[in-house]
């Protein structure tokens, strides 16, 4: 699976819009690019994947670039629990994900 | 059950000891992963099963290291003569087939002393 690149740390004031960017330069044509956040002490929660298209959820947004060469995860309006490790991952459809890294480890701020 | 269980939620031991942690995962996922998570770390794979196909145990740190799933449904990690470098949070996620929507449970701390 393609390896992915993201800041350590973020900020944002709350209310604000939360944008995560993630470098994923050798993602291959049948790769899926995978958003998950974990908050403290707790397991990683699916937020929302895509291939090629902008998607949108109940969560989040996420904006792929034409190349697919990066991502950028949206929370329109993040709150104070929005305060979490984000992980973007890069596995095929018929892979699985292997290793995540650190992540980027979001404040989100009064 | 709703989401994915994971049994003990913490877990201390002595170095040298062998230890269980035991997977519930959700009904019906055929895909069952674990996965380790060191302090201020990403998560690092440990092993995947996929319906009767033989497990991918390529991320295994070390022969100390087992699991099986049983009835393809439990599944049980098992670490022998626990090192303290073993210290960590274990993650196990499930999920239907080889979709990537992994769900994960809660994790069990492990320490050991």
């Known amino acids: 699976d393609a390896k992915t690149t993201q800041p350590p740390s973020m900020d944002c004031a709350e209310g604000r819009a939360a944008n995560l960017p993630c470098n994923h330069s050798t993602i291959s044509g049948n790769e899926y690019v995978y958003w998950y956040r974990q908050i403290h002490s707790q397991g990683p929660q699916y937020i929302i994947h895509g291939l090629k298209n902008n998607e949108t959820n109940e969560m989040a947004s996420l904006i792929i670039t034409e190349d697919r060469k990066s991502s950028t995860l949206i929370l329109p309006h993040a709150t104070l629990r929005d305060t979490a490790v984000y992980y973007c991952?890069?596995?095929?459809?018929?892979?699985?994900?292997?290793?995540f890294g650190k992540g980027t480890s979001l404040l989100v701020t009064p | 059950g709703a989401g994915v269980s994971q049994s003990p939620s913490n877990k201390v031991t002595e170095k040298g000891k062998d230890v269980e942690l035991r997977c519930d995962p959700i009904?019906?996922?055929?895909?069952l992963y674990w996965y380790r998570q060191s302090l201020g770390q990403g998560l690092e794979f440990l092993i995947y099963?996929?319906?009767?196909?033989?497990?991918?145990k390529s991320g295994l740190p070390s022969d100390r290291f087992s699991a099986e799933r049983t009835g393809g449904s439990v599944s049980t990690l098992t670490i022998q003569r626990t090192q303290q470098e073993d210290s960590a949070v274990y993650l196990c996620?499930?999920?239907?087939?080889?979709?990537?929507?992994?769900?994960f449970g809660s994790g069990t701390q492990l320490s050991v002393l």
């Open positions: 991952i890069v596995v095929s459809n018929s892979g699985y994900a292997l290793n």
């Open positions: 009904s019906g996922h055929t895909a």
């Open positions: 099963f996929q319906g009767n196909s033989a497990p991918d």
């Open positions: 996620a499930s999920s239907l087939e080889s979709v990537q929507k992994l769900f």
